[in-house]
């Protein structure tokens, strides 16, 4: 029992970028973290393939224009680059 309420107090205290990802050294994995967890959790890239995380960043970015939320253009394409790389 004591081993388990560990495992959820590190998994709560965990930030989401915390997460095992792709390259997780590099730039683009590191702006993927920071840009995509700031209002959820990051997925793993590996969870979409190419043609479905393209429709996503779209989205994305239809709802952060929405909220007033900026993001440069080379931001957006170095993650595009990350999430291609790394989709299923």
């Known amino acids: 029992m004591r081993v388990l309420m560990v495992s959820i107090?590190?998994?709560?205290?965990?930030?989401?970028?915390?997460?095992?990802?792709?390259?997780?050294?590099t730039a683009s994995a590191k702006l993927y973290a920071q840009r995509c967890s700031v209002c959820h959790s990051l997925p793993h890239p590996g969870r979409l393939d190419w043609p479905h995380w393209r429709?996503?960043?779209?989205?994305?970015?239809?709802?952060?224009?929405?909220?007033?939320?900026e993001m440069p253009a080379e931001e957006w394409k170095q993650i595009a680059g990350y999430l291609k790389r790394h989709a299923r």
């Open 55 to 69: 429709s996503m960043l779209h989205v994305m970015k239809q709802r952060m224009d929405d909220r007033g939320m």
């Open 9 to 25: 107090c590190l998994l709560i205290a965990s930030p989401a970028w915390a997460m095992e990802i792709p390259e997780a050294d």
